[in-house]
């Protein structure tokens, strides 16, 4: 797989030229899970009925050390596939979608390990940041996150413009989903995740602000969508 890796001020310089340049022209084998189709309908969700600011959120201890501009980044992890659909809107305006935004995620494999860090400090894995399109959209192709000790199960997600950040928050999902993905292929080793939703010290107090509405299954692949509302 090819990867485009450059530094973190080169790429928002690069992204945003692109932006401005953009508007003037315009494994284990494991029998098949029953699907499920979870998640939530609060601000955060892809499903919201209110338009409403995403909760903000730590970026976590182990944010990208380059910028990766890419879809795809499993990098050949292994794991559960996720076709990961973010939407970014702007509260200001009705929920209207932002576009021209870098969306940039960064999680854990299914070992629950980052990359850039600890003994995977030579690996770059499960990171990538996309620029939305008109109606605010990005698509990531991951794998679906594993566990660490101590933290619900989650995706990091940042949005800029123009070099400014905008919002940092983090992706929940179902304790169902979760109980279903960690029982299969590579994941079961490990098993569940001690560390629900509730328990989290980042979602116990908002997480039906920021629960991704998910489907699939993990023999045939998962999908999930998330909607972030900024203050633009």
Known sequence: MERNQIGRREAIAMLGAAGA???????DTTP??????TGGTAPGGS?????AVTPTETVGPYPSL???IRSDIREGRSGAALTLAITVVNTNNNCAPVEQAQVEIWQCDATGNYSQYGSQVAQTFLRGIQTTNSDGGVTFTTIYP????GRATHIHVEVSRNGSSLKVTQIAFPESTNATV???GVYAARGSNP???ARDNIFADSIGSELATVSGDPASGLTASFRIGIAA
């Open 195 to 197: 560390t629900s939703n």
């Open 66 to 68: 380059s910028d990766f």
């Open 47 to 51: 499903t919201a009925a209110a338009c």
């Open 182 to 184: 960690y029982a299969t």
């Open 146 to 149: 594993g566990w660490y000790q």
């Open 32 to 37: 098949a899970s029953p699907t499920t189709t």
């Open 21 to 27: 340049a953009l508007m003037a022209g315009c494994g």
